[in-house]
T-cell receptor
Framework: DSGVTQTPKHLITATGQRVTLRCSPRSGDLSVYWYQQSLDQGLQFLIQ???????AKGNILERFSAQQFPDLHSELNLSSLELGDSALYFC?????????FGPGTRLTVL | AQSVTQLDSQVPVFEEAPVELRCNYSSSVSVYLFWYVQYPNQGLQLLLKYLSGSTLVKSINGFEAEFNKSQTSFHLRKPSVHISDTAEYFCAVSVAGNTGKLIFGQGTTLQVKP
């Protein structure tokens, strides 16, 4: 158990819909990173937040957005979903240059 | 920009045989290097990391990797594999002293056969 929690574990939805993925970092960690794992793109960094502020941005689509709240949990919002958004979404928190990953949310868009 | 290349997508090996999973990276600045393992239907677990110091790093379950700056490589080795080592292995880099975001290779599936 990494100490990073993600909900829900599975999510099935239809094209055009909007979903929210939630992540809580390990106790004491201020950073949250979001990654997408898909068969064609592999593991890609999406976005990072540090203590409520956006710190780095990767290959995140404009239809996707994220935020980190005062209690340090983070939410990744995915809208106007397409079939190609089906993937495993991980979040991670960072401590002393080591990232601890949550179990992931598997998103299936039908 | 940084990139990571894992040279083998699949590596089949018999139990108790040695194995090497290859990883090369590209970067114009100093990087930290990592190997993560992903078991079926699970998240990513850190196997080992190189930040600085000794170029040979070891994990508690018998894996080791050597940072070779001149060859920009960070190959993962184990002298004798077990069935339980069957998993996907990811090499990753992050820019030293930066945001910590990880750039991953495409992954190598290690298949250990009895």
């Amino acid at each position: 158990d990494s100490g990073v929690t993600q909900t829900p574990k599975h999510l099935i939805t239809a094209t055009g819909q909007r979903v929210t993925l939630r992540c809580s970092p390990r106790s004491g960690d201020l950073s949250v990173y979001w990654y997408q794992q898909s068969l064609d793109q592999g593991l890609q960094f999406l976005i990072q937040y540090y203590n409520g502020e956006e710190r780095a941005k990767g290959n995140i689509l404009e239809r996707f957005s994220a935020q980190q709240f005062p209690d340090l949990h983070s939410e990744l919002n995915l809208s106007s979903l397409e079939l190609g958004d089906s993937a495993l979404y991980f979040c991670a928190s960072n401590s002393y240059n080591e990232q601890f990953f949550g179990p992931g949310t598997r998103l299936t868009v039908l | 920009a940084q990139s990571v290349t894992q040279l083998d997508s699949q590596v089949p090996v018999f139990e108790e045989a040695p194995v090497e999973l290859r990883c090369n990276y590209s970067s114009s600045v100093s990087v930290y290097l990592f190997w993560y393992v992903q078991y079926p239907n699970q998240g990513l677990q850190l196997l080992l990391k190189y930040l600085s110091g000794s170029t040979l790093v070891k994990s508690i379950n018998g894996f080791e990797a050597e940072f070779n700056k001149s060859q920009t490589s960070f190959h993962l080795r184990k002298p004798s594999v077990h069935i339980s080592d069957t998993a996907e292995y990811f090499c990753a880099v992050s820019v030293a002293g930066n945001t910590g975001k990880l750039i991953f290779g495409q992954g190598t599936t290690l298949q250990v056969k009895p």
